[in-house]
């Protein structure tokens, strides 16, 4: 194998372990070897090595002498802190917007997905979750400073894994609609102050109910996901 087929191979097993994270399929505190992850990807642990020092240079991952690799458990105090960030990135991209002079086409594409009659909305969690993600991107996004939108989306990557539990209850998916929607009407009506308001207190409902996270919740999203373990040893 060549350096370049390697260094591709890792790059695959990085992607692929990575999204495992984000879609809880493993879990804070699970545990595996190289040896696990080579097996069960059919493939050497040369480049499986190479993936998991990267997620560990990342923050996702921990290695111990001896007892092989672990995903981290969740840092709330770290988690609050990005979505702070996030409420400051998104409130100086709705200044911004509010300042362009032609929202309606700036912001089309989000009013399609999000005002679409109750009966056509999406349901499945990790559907919702990246239209969540996309919506909160396209207002940085359209405000069009490119640093502020590479800012957002390295936030929005750090939070993705506690992130999609916020859609695990139908309830808080409907509340998701609703407040997308209105943020976007005032928006297009140009109500900056009404606008900030209600982007904050969606982020900070947000932020609350992914810090009410705790291990039964956890426990479910392994039930929903097959056992780690399970799969790992096949």
Same mark, same amino acid.
């Given at each position: 194998?060549?350096?370049?087929? *390697?260094?591709?191979?890792?790059?695959?097993?990085?992607?692929?372990?990575?999204?495992?994270?984000?879609?809880?399929?493993?879990?804070?505190?699970?545990?595996?070897?190289?040896?696990?992850?080579?097996?069960?990807?059919?493939? *050497?642990?040369?480049?499986?090595?190479?993936?998991?020092?990267?997620?560990?240079?990342?923050?996702?991952?921990?290695?111990?002498?001896?007892?092989?690799? $672990?995903?981290?458990?969740?840092?709330?105090?770290?988690?609050?802190?990005?979505?702070?960030?996030?409420?400051?990135?998104?409130?100086?991209?709705?200044?911004?917007?509010? *300042?362009?002079?032609?929202?309606?086409?700036?912001?089309?594409?989000?009013?399609?997905?999000?005002?679409?009659?109750?009966?056509?909305?999406?349901?499945? $969690?990790?559907?919702?979750?990246?239209?969540?993600?996309?919506?909160?991107?396209?207002?940085?996004?359209?405000?069009?400073?490119?640093?502020?939108?590479?800012?957002?989306?390295?936030?929005?990557?750090?939070?993705?894994?506690?992130?999609?539990?916020?859609?695990?209850?139908?309830?808080?998916?409907?509340?998701?609609?609703?407040?997308?929607? *209105? /943020?976007?009407?005032?928006?297009?009506?140009?109500?900056?102050?009404?606008?900030?308001? $209600?982007?904050?207190?969606? /982020?900070?409902?947000?932020?609350?109910?992914?810090?009410?996270?705790?291990?039964?919740?956890?426990?479910?999203?392994?039930?929903?996901?097959?056992?780690?373990?399970?799969?790992?040893?096949?």
């Amino acid at each position: 194998m060549t350096q370049f087929q *390697s260094n591709a191979l890792a790059e695959q097993i990085y992607i692929r372990i990575k999204q495992e994270i984000f879609d809880f399929y493993l879990l804070p505190h699970d545990r595996f070897t190289e040896t696990q992850l080579a097996e069960r990807y059919q493939v *050497s642990r040369t480049p499986v090595r190479d993936a998991l020092y990267r997620l560990q240079r990342e923050g996702y991952l921990d290695v111990e002498f001896r007892r092989g690799w $672990m995903v981290k458990p969740l840092d709330f105090t770290r988690i609050d802190e990005l979505y702070d960030l996030r409420i400051v990135l998104e409130s100086a991209a709705v200044e911004r917007l509010c *300042s362009l002079p032609d929202l309606t086409e700036l912001l089309e594409g989000l009013w399609q997905v999000w005002t679409v009659p109750v009966d056509r909305r999406q349901s499945d $969690m990790q559907t919702v979750a990246g239209l969540d993600e996309a919506f909160h991107n396209g207002l940085v996004a359209a405000a069009g400073n490119r640093e502020m939108l590479r800012l957002h989306r390295e936030v929005t990557e750090h939070i993705r894994i506690v992130r999609r539990l916020d859609f695990t209850q139908r309830a808080r998916i409907e509340e998701t609609y609703n407040e997308h929607a *209105s /943020i976007l009407k005032v928006l297009l009506s140009r109500k900056r102050d009404e606008a900030l308001r $209600m982007l904050r207190a969606h /982020i900070e409902q947000s932020k609350i109910e992914v810090r009410k996270l705790s291990l039964s919740m956890l426990a479910e999203a392994r039930r929903r996901y097959d056992n780690p373990s399970a799969a790992l040893a096949k």
